[in-house]
């Protein structure tokens, strides 16, 4: 459901088991963000435990991306704390290392464009409330010292199209 994470659990649950027929190694499901920012705190679970569900059961990553930029400190902070204890609550811990929270899908468009995804302040917000569940930063990671600073952060992986101009430690002024 990528971009915008608003679409059905069937259209999710039908979008991941495609990306597993065509071999997808990772499923990224995007929250529905706006339904937990208007209290539908249920619906978020439902898909957080089906689409987890799914992705085990077939030995795939899953990736919860959680829009940073569109949530207030306190929302991120509680949508961490529930996938969490979604995931706390009905895996094994053995499982919890496939399991991720992500910022963003870089494609998120901010007002006066500010920061659309992996900023210090929204990563550390979720390395302290999805523990023990591993951070990916996305959207906003593009130069070389973004990239340490993420890493020294504590995420275990990086989502970034500057990959060739991190490595070269080159900076990008690449959105996405």
């Known amino acids: 459901d990528f971009p915008e994470g608003k ?3 069937e259209t999710k649950i039908k979008e991941a088991n495609e990306a597993i027929e ?12 706006e339904a937990f920012k208007n209290g539908d705190t249920a619906l978020v679970k439902q898909e957080v ?14 990736k919860w991306i959680i829009e940073t930029a569109a949530l207030t400190d306190k929302e991120i902070i509680q949508l961490c ?4 204890n979604v995931i706390i609550s009905n895996f094994k811990e053995d499982d919890y290392a496939s ?16 920061p659309n995804g992996a900023t210090v302040p929204s ?23 973004d990239a340490i600073q993420m ?15 991190i490595a070269n430690r080159e900076n990008t002024t690449n959105q996405y």
């Open 81 to 84: 704390v529930l996938i969490k």
């Open 49 to 62: 435990l089906i689409g987890t569900q799914i992705g085990l059961a077939n030995n795939k990553t899953v």
């Open 151 to 165: 890493i020294r952060l504590g995420v275990k992986r990086i989502g970034t199209s500057a990959a060739k101009a």
């Open 22 to 33: 065509n071999g997808a190694d990772d499923l990224d499901f995007v929250c529905n963000y």
């Open 7 to 9: 679409s059905s659990l």
């Open 99 to 114: 399991v991720f929270v992500k910022s963003s899908t870089g494609f998120y468009k901010t007002e006066n464009n500010l």
């Open 123 to 145: 990563i550390i917000m979720m390395l302290e409330n999805a523990s023990p569940l591993p951070i990916k930063a996305a959207g906003g990671v593009r130069s070389y010292e």
